[in-house]
């Protein structure tokens, strides 16, 4: 199944994502331990202490990076309730032999045990943590079959995005942002990959003029804290300084929910998370 970006439809498109939905969630929290005001962070004693010297890369501007001991873990699963909308079908009449003769557009894929992918699983007001790990490589957003894949893709602050293009058709990469400059670019076949960053943490969405059933996300992040859900709903956020945090739930159909989380030192949080949608 492929997804179709709200943000980047064509003249019969929807709404802004999730402005006119109406969402439920259950939030679930396990450990008898946990609890929380829906305050901001309260690091406990000698939890996360400052590193000897700045370490560089670590966050954007308002994230300091620390030396994290006895963190906790936040994991689980966020699940859709209901009926899924029916995926449509849409006719292709060019470049059939690389992308097909039909592309299936599902705004909603739902695991068989009713979890939810491509959610991205953040915590909104962290303000300190642990430094991001090295990557092997860049992360990467292919065009492969005419479709964007992932359908999301993190990527820090100012640190490089490769867009390949695995096709042999060329493509349009087309990104539109609110807070970061956009950019507009033809990618044929010779051009195998283009490098893009990012200076301020966002979700950016992602389209290809040419083939316009094209859409994926590009998600911007000042600090380590996040996480996009598998197939199967699931998700982990680890080595978090105990406290007390926001934690955001965001989906491009669904739009956005969040929930005051207590992470232990130490100990793993389970957090199950239920969302639905009202109107079709």
């Not at 980047?8 to 929807?14: A, E, K």
């Not at 690389?98 to 915590?123: P, T």
């Not at 695995?166 to 349009?172: F, K, L, Q, R, W």
């Not at 007390?244 to 199950?272: F, I, K, N, P, R």
């Given at each position: 199944?492929?997804?179709?970006?709200?943000?980047?439809?064509?003249?019969?498109?929807?709404?802004?994502?999730?402005?006119?939905?109406?969402?439920?969630?259950?939030?679930?929290?396990?450990?008898?331990?946990?609890?929380?005001?829906?305050?901001?962070?309260?690091?406990a004693p000698g939890s996360a202490v400052p590193a000897a010297a700045e370490i560089q890369g670590g966050g954007a501007s308002g994230y300091s990076v620390v030396v994290v001991t006895n963190g906790g873990s936040i994991s689980g699963t966020i699940s859709f309730a209901g009926e899924v909308p029916a995926a449509r079908t849409i006719t292709i009449t060019d470049d059939v032999d690389a992308c097909g003769s039909s592309v299936e557009i599902q705004d909603i894929e739902v695991g068989d045990g009713g979890g939810l992918a491509n959610v991205v699983v953040s915590l909104t007001d962290i303000t300190s943590g642990a430094a991001r790990g090295e990557a092997a490589s860049p992360p990467a957003l292919d065009q492969n079959g005419c479709d964007f894949d992932p359908h999301v893709v993190?990527?820090?602050?100012?640190?490089?995005?490769?867009?390949?293009?695995?096709?042999?058709?060329?493509?349009?990469?087309?990104?539109?942002a609110f807070d970061n400059r956009s950019f507009n670019r033809t990618?044929?076949?010779?051009?195998?990959?283009?490098?893009a960053t990012f200076d301020v943490a966002e979700k950016v969405a992602v389209k290809c003029d040419i083939h316009g059933w094209m859409n994926g996300w590009i998600v911007v992040t000042?600090?380590?804290?996040?996480?996009?859900?598998?197939?199967d709903g699931g998700f982990v956020l680890s080595n978090v300084p105990p406290g007390t945090y926001t934690l955001e739930v965001w989906h491009e159909a669904l739009g956005a929910t969040t929930q005051a989380v207590t992470v232990a030192a130490g100990e793993t949080l389970d957090v199950s998370v239920e969302l639905t949608q009202s109107s079709p």
């Amino acid at each position: 199944m492929r997804f179709q970006n709200p943000l980047c439809r064509g003249p019969s498109g929807r709404s802004a994502a999730g402005i006119d939905n109406t969402i439920s969630v259950l939030l679930v929290l396990g450990l008898a331990a946990c609890g929380g005001d829906g305050g901001r962070a309260e690091q406990a004693p000698g939890s996360a202490v400052p590193a000897a010297a700045e370490i560089q890369g670590g966050g954007a501007s308002g994230y300091s990076v620390v030396v994290v001991t006895n963190g906790g873990s936040i994991s689980g699963t966020i699940s859709f309730a209901g009926e899924v909308p029916a995926a449509r079908t849409i006719t292709i009449t060019d470049d059939v032999d690389a992308c097909g003769s039909s592309v299936e557009i599902q705004d909603i894929e739902v695991g068989d045990g009713g979890g939810l992918a491509n959610v991205v699983v953040s915590l909104t007001d962290i303000t300190s943590g642990a430094a991001r790990g090295e990557a092997a490589s860049p992360p990467a957003l292919d065009q492969n079959g005419c479709d964007f894949d992932p359908h999301v893709v993190m990527v820090a602050v100012g640190a490089v995005v490769e867009i390949l293009n695995s096709d042999d058709v060329s493509h349009n990469v087309h990104t539109m942002a609110f807070d970061n400059r956009s950019f507009n670019r033809t990618q044929p076949p010779a051009l195998e990959k283009l490098e893009a960053t990012f200076d301020v943490a966002e979700k950016v969405a992602v389209k290809c003029d040419i083939h316009g059933w094209m859409n994926g996300w590009i998600v911007v992040t000042g600090h380590p804290y996040h996480a996009v859900t598998d197939s199967d709903g699931g998700f982990v956020l680890s080595n978090v300084p105990p406290g007390t945090y926001t934690l955001e739930v965001w989906h491009e159909a669904l739009g956005a929910t969040t929930q005051a989380v207590t992470v232990a030192a130490g100990e793993t949080l389970d957090v199950s998370v239920e969302l639905t949608q009202s109107s079709p």
